[in-house]
């Protein structure tokens, strides 16, 4: 059974429920400074599938997209990739991240979970290469890609 310990959870409101929450779609986020890539996933299949990559550097347009995959999707958890150098140690753009955690936590009233990150865009840049992308054709998939590998990290984990 999951629970609230997988990854770090930030939940101001309580809601997290784990019998909800395991019943539910997903959002993961692959959060950059300039691109977020973002991946969906059912608890019940336990399956990532790359989404949206959100290319802007505004945190208005970013979280207007974000807000239309979160009506669209009706996610009750929402997963961030921890970005953290390969010794584990934190880094500027780990507070970024969290940051950027705690505002979808306080925006959508859904519970946050962090999950470590590092290796995803390499894992994703090896299975862009198997399926045949190669090269500067990445870019425009990497990020949901890494997304997909976050979240998938957190499904292999229940």
Same mark, same amino acid.
């Given at each position: 059974?999951?629970?609230?310990?997988?990854?770090? !959870?930030?939940?101001?409101?309580?809601?997290?429920?784990?019998?909800?929450?395991?019943?539910?779609?997903?959002?993961?986020?692959?959060?950059?400074?300039?691109?977020?890539? &973002?991946?969906?996933?059912?608890?019940?299949?336990?399956?990532?599938? =790359? !989404?949206?990559?959100?290319?802007?550097?505004?945190?208005?347009?970013?979280?207007?997209?974000? @807000?239309?995959?979160?009506?669209?999707?009706?996610?009750? !958890?929402?997963?961030?990739?921890? =970005?953290?150098?390969?010794?584990?140690?934190?880094?500027?753009?780990?507070?970024?991240?969290?940051?950027?955690?705690?505002?979808?936590?306080?925006?959508?009233?859904? =519970? &946050?979970?962090?999950?470590?990150?590092?290796?995803?865009?390499?894992?994703? @840049?090896?299975?862009?290469? *198997?399926?045949?992308?190669?090269?500067?054709?990445?870019?425009?998939?990497?990020? *949901?890609?890494?997304?997909?590998?976050?979240? *998938?990290?957190?499904?292999?984990?229940?």
């Amino acid at each position: 059974m999951a629970t609230a310990t997988h990854g770090q !959870l930030i939940d101001n409101e309580n809601v997290y429920d784990a019998k909800v929450v395991l019943a539910s779609t997903v959002l993961c986020f692959d959060f950059g400074e300039q691109r977020i890539g &973002v991946a969906v996933g059912e608890h019940l299949l336990a399956t990532a599938n =790359p !989404l949206v990559t959100i290319d802007n550097e505004s945190n208005e347009i970013r979280f207007e997209a974000i @807000s239309k995959l979160v009506k669209e999707w009706q996610p009750k !958890l929402l997963i961030v990739g921890l =970005p953290l150098s390969l010794d584990g140690a934190e880094t500027s753009v780990t507070q970024l991240c969290k940051k950027f955690a705690r505002r979808l936590n306080g925006r959508f009233n859904l =519970p &946050v979970m962090l999950i470590d990150e590092r290796y995803s865009s390499v894992e994703a @840049s090896d299975l862009l290469n *198997q399926s045949g992308i190669k090269g500067r054709a990445q870019k425009e998939m990497l990020d *949901q890609v890494a997304a997909q590998t976050i979240l *998938q990290s957190y499904f292999n984990g229940l």
